[in-house]
């Protein structure tokens, strides 16, 4: 699961200027800059000491980024410099961009002094021109947005240059009929990098029938322990669940996957004899993303919400709404990670699903801030986000499943609309916080275009 403990971001840094403008000041403040950025965590900065002015300055700081493999780049315009400059740098390391400027000084001395505002709006039409979207800065070293912007650029840098190792297990492809969570592998990789990596559910079925009974029914005790009823649960469905849970795990680990999208309905019950949703509910709980229904965009859009929010996501169905009140009820079978649930509210282990062949988790979420959100496919190959936010609310558990009214800050309606007028997949996913700005960010750094739905 590398992806969600990533390692430190190479981020690159240059300066432009231009000796017609005060490249001296330009060049004292790139030193405070770099002072500056060596403080943000998270961030190895690799700077080009020398002021980038001629071509051939642009060369060797080219030069020295791509020797020192940087994953990002910043380029600060000290003074207004050379627009083929920038163009030159993003063109040959073609790494996510930053371009910076900052406000002229307030001394005045009868002349521009460094005009770093124009040089950023040059280099920006430039590159844009050019197929670009790079982020854009406009703050002094003490504007608190300065290092706000480059961190958060720093850190969804880094989420794109770990996407290209992301490896999503696809457990018996997607459940029956749900042609619309099909998902293009070439595209996808091509697309982000991410690789999916087939796995026949029989194998998984085989892998689970081959724990032995003694390992199971001593990881039984402990994982039903995580339940606060289990009424329901035989003891043999307490073996199936122990085994199924611990050849997930350590399928994971030997495949070096960073999560799994897992068909499950009914061909697991069928191969197996219980359906996956209370090993996904448990797994996902200990941190290994976990999709169902073979969704594996559905299942990225978690791993992905993740990173941003820090905290295990939910993969779900809205299941109904209230035009009058702005709610809506999300639901799902019982696959929710299990430190999501309610305080002071039962975490049940059902064997309601597939004429008694659970086992399925079953608890309301617990209330907070949201970010409802979907990465998907136009049905033209094309990615796309969905984002909006809401709260949680403290739901009775009327249903079985795992459950979560939530009051949405845009309006149901219109969000509703937006789902079935524009054919976005069935799954959302709930992700605890608000994650729209680097949502916004991300999908501007990956080409991808987001769809924000924010007031009532």
Not at 37 to 48: F, I, M, S
Not at 95 to 106: I, M, Y
Not at 109 to 132: I, W
Not at 346 to 366: E, N, V
């Amino acid at each position: 699961m590398a992806f969600l403990s990533p390692k430190p971001l190479r981020l690159g840094l240059v300066c432009l200027a231009r000796l017609t403008f005060e490249a001296d000041l330009a060049a004292q403040w790139y030193a405070q800059a770099q002072a500056l950025l060596r403080t943000l965590p998270g961030v190895e900065l690799q700077a080009v000491e020398k002021l980038v002015v001629e071509v051939g300055d642009a060369h060797d700081a080219i030069a020295d980024l791509q020797a020192k493999k940087v994953d990002a780049l910043i380029v600060l315009s000290g003074t207004f410099a050379l627009g083929g400059l920038a163009m030159r740098l993003a063109q040959e390391l073609d790494v996510p961009l930053l371009l910076w400027a900052w406000p002229e000084p307030p001394e005045q001395t009868g002349k521009l002094r460094l005009n770093s505002l124009v040089g950023l709006m040059v280099n920006a039409s430039n590159l844009y021109k050019l197929g670009y979207r790079p982020t854009t800065l406009y703050a002094a070293l003490d504007d608190p947005n300065c290092t706000t912007t480059i961190a958060r650029f720093a850190r969804l840098a880094g989420l794109g240059r770990d996407l290209r190792q992301v490896r999503i297990g696809l457990i018996g492809g997607h459940a029956p009929g749900f042609d619309n969570l099909a998902v293009d592998k070439l595209a996808l990789r091509r697309a982000l990098g991410v690789e999916v990596v087939d796995i026949a559910l029989p194998t998984v079925a085989a892998r689970a029938k081959g724990v032995p009974a003694a390992r199971a029914q001593a990881a039984g005790r402990e994982l039903l322990a995580a339940f606060d009823d289990t009424s329901e649960v035989t003891p043999a469905q307490g073996e199936l669940y122990a085994a199924l849970t611990i050849a997930l795990r350590e399928l994971a680990a030997e495949l070096k996957l960073d999560a799994l999208a897992l068909k499950c309905w009914g061909d697991l019950v069928e191969a197996y004899g219980i359906a996956g949703c209370g090993a996904v509910a448990r797994l996902g709980n200990d941190g290994l993303v976990f999709g169902c229904e073979g969704d594996v965009l559905g299942t990225l859009t978690m791993l992905i919400a993740q990173r941003l929010c820090g905290t295990p996501t939910v993969l779900t169905d809205l299941v109904s709404i209230e035009r009058q009140s702005n709610t809506g009820l999300f639901w799902h079978i019982g696959c929710a990670p299990l430190c999501l649930a309610a305080p002071n509210q039962p975490r049940h282990l059902y064997a309601h699903f597939a004429g008694g062949k659970g086992l399925t988790a079953g608890f309301a979420l617990r209330p907070g801030r949201l970010t409802i959100l979907r990465l998907g496919d136009d049905g033209r190959g094309h990615l796309r986000l969905l984002a909006t936010t809401g709260r949680a609310l403290e739901t009775e558990m009327a249903i079985r499943g795992t459950v979560s009214q939530v009051a949405f800050d845009s309006n149901v309606g219109a969000f509703l609309d937006e789902l079935l007028t524009n054919g976005w997949e069935h799954h959302l996913i709930l992700a605890y916080g608000d994650i729209v700005p680097d949502l916004a960010m991300v999908g501007q750094m990956l080409g991808i275009p987001l769809r924000v739905m924010r007031e009532t």
